[in-house]
């Protein structure tokens, strides 16, 4: 069974700290991504990465930065957290497979982390 | 960018009832995920399909690649498939992952 662990469930911060949410999938998965789930808003993509020291932004990257120095870890770092930033926080990685011009990919998720800016 | 429309938002059925949840797409896609999570946050992955039907147990999944719609339906749904399910499309554009393109989710609840 594919595995994506989140280092935390719940976290509480403090406005202006420095956040690091880390990510880690056992199955070599090329692609990893970052969402935040909001109320009302859906998932929404932050950042993601398909290969290692590869990152590209996702729809909402702004306050978020991202590294990805070993394939099967992906952190999401808040450089200042803001209150606007408290969300649940979901990875997910994913394996392309290709075949001629079809292309399929399922997204595993991992547990969500709950992060609360005070 | 693609526009995922889901549908009903809200659904409150009876134990046994027939489900049907619908979901509608604005752009040509590679493949369409629906999704379960639960209470608590945990997403777990249903179905990936690029077309036709998919089965699984109780659930089922089908895709009009033409009408750019996807149906999710829970035959003999029990209070257990409670729950928020949500349509992901994905288009592939050849430059690497994009990532998906959530729909907002339809929130079941089944009572007894």
């Known amino acids: 069974d594919v595995k994506v662990t989140q280092s935390s469930r719940y976290l509480v911060k403090r406005t202006g700290e420095k956040v690091f949410l880390e990510c880690v999938q056992d199955?070599?998965?090329?692609?990893m991504f970052w969402y935040r789930q909001d109320p009302g808003l859906g998932l929404r993509l932050i950042y993601f990465s398909y290969d290692v020291k590869m990152k590209e932004k996702g729809d909402i990257p702004e306050g978020y930065s991202v590294s990805r120095e070993k394939k099967e870890r992906f952190s999401l770092i808040l450089e200042s957290a803001s209150t606007n930033q408290t969300s649940m926080y979901l990875c997910a990685s994913s394996l392309e497979i290709t075949s001629g011009s079809h292309y399929t990919d399922t997204q595993y998720f991992g547990p969500g982390t709950r992060l609360t800016v005070l | 960018k693609n526009e995922v429309e889901q549908s009903p938002q809200n659904l409150t059925a009876q134990e046994g009832e027939f489900i049907t949840i619908n979901c509608s797409y604005s752009v040509g896609i590679s493949a369409l995920h629906w999704l379960q999570q639960h209470p608590g946050g945990g997403i777990v992955s249903l179905f990936m399909?690029?077309?036709g039907k998919k089965k699984h147990g109780r659930l089922i999944a089908t895709i009009n690649i033409q009408e750019k719609h996807s149906s999710l339906h829970i035959t003999a749904s029990h209070p257990r498939d409670s729950a928020v399910y949500i349509c992901a499309v994905y288009m592939y554009s050849g430059g690497g992952a994009d990532g998906l393109t959530f729909g907002k989710g339809t929130h079941l609840i089944i009572q007894p």
């Open positions: 399909l690029s077309s």
């Open positions: 199955m070599d998965h090329e692609n």
